[in-house]
């Protein structure tokens, strides 16, 4: 069973920049498609930078330009580098893992989630 820690959230000033990663056990997540998705209070969960099983990367719109999903050399972590953050980056971030290996926009297409990590952007 594949399972997933986030790691690296927590409180920055706007235009800062955070590493969020997504850390696999006992597995490589070379196969796999890895989605980011936040959730903000109040609103619905969102993917937010996506990287497929070829490292092929998409992004949201808001997001683009600023944040970049990799996967790291070993291939059991995929990481959120985020950049120029912004207020409404704030949220709950989430990794989630498709073993299909395809990038969706739908929560309900990811089979494993991790717990989610906080991130704070406030001055």
């Known amino acids: 069973q594949l399972q997933l820690v986030e790691s690296g959230g927590g409180l920055v000033q706007p235009g800062g920049s955070l590493r969020l990663s997504c850390a696999a056990s006992?597995?490589?997540?070379?196969?796999?498609?890895v989605s980011w998705f936040r959730q903000a209070p109040g609103k619905e969960r969102e993917e937010v930078a996506c990287?497929?099983?070829?490292?092929?990367?998409y992004y949201t719109a808001s997001v683009k330009g600023r944040f970049t999903a990799s996967r790291d050399g070993p291939k059991v972590t995929v990481l959120l580098q985020m950049i120029n953050m912004e207020p409404d980056d704030t949220g709950v971030y989430y990794c989630?893992?498709?073993?299909?290996?395809?990038?969706?926009?739908?929560?309900?297409?990811?089979?494993?989630w991790g717990q989610g990590t906080q991130v704070t952007v406030s001055s």
């Open positions: 990287i497929d099983d070829d490292s092929n990367t």
């Open positions: 006992g597995v490589t997540l070379d196969y796999y498609a």
């Open positions: 989630a893992a498709d073993p299909a290996g395809t990038c969706s926009q739908y929560a309900s297409e990811y089979d494993y």
